[in-house]
């Protein structure tokens, strides 16, 4: 797949070359506190980011996990996820590493997933699941004109507990109003 440009960052595959990168990200409390996994470890990333790699090259690949980098360097600042959900849709994720947050990286990458999912993949609705504390990145889904849908229970299970998310959305009729009829 060729890279993805939007204005701040670029999404590209990943390389194995992005292991120490990655597990910066990944292995960073102050950003999974945020996901959906507990931090990793230099083996557990080393899995993952094989297994992101094997996914990518399948030709039935089942999701994007794309690396984000800033458009002035290919230096990995975080990664981005769309993955089917149902026939029309598909589920966002994110993450940025935490000196880089505040620079509207989230926001550009994610709004080039949205781009490449309902353009390229012709999909009919996004979804993100937002743990309620995570003021940021509610910011970045509301800007990006997804619509509040309501409040799941004991959701995810991470960093030994159980974590409530809120749920939100975006439809393909609103995101062309808002991005392509201009």
Do not use: C
């Amino acid at each position: 797949m060729e890279p993805l440009p939007g204005d701040l960052t670029t999404l590209r595959e990943f390389r194995t070359s992005d292991l120490d990168d990655y597990l910066a990200i990944a292995g960073d409390d102050r950003v999974t506190a945020w996901m959906a996994f507990d931090s990793y470890d230099r083996a557990k990333a080393t899995d993952a980011l094989a297994g992101i790699i094997e996914r990518s090259a399948r030709e039935d690949r089942p999701d994007h996990m794309l690396a984000v980098t800033r458009q002035d360097d290919d230096h990995l600042i975080g990664f981005a996820r769309i993955a089917p959900s149902g026939a029309w849709g598909a589920k966002l994720g994110y993450a940025i590493h935490a000196d880089h947050w505040g620079h509207g990286y989230a926001t550009d990458a994610a709004r080039v997933l949205l781009r490449f999912t309902f353009v390229t993949q012709g999909r009919h609705r996004v979804t993100a699941a937002i743990g309620p504390e995570n003021e940021a990145s509610i910011a970045v889904v509301k800007r990006l004109g997804f619509s509040y849908e309501g409040h799941l229970r004991d959701h995810v299970y991470t960093n030994g507990d159980w974590r409530d998310s809120l749920l939100y959305s975006i439809l393909e009729p609103e995101y062309s109003r808002r991005y392509l009829e201009r």
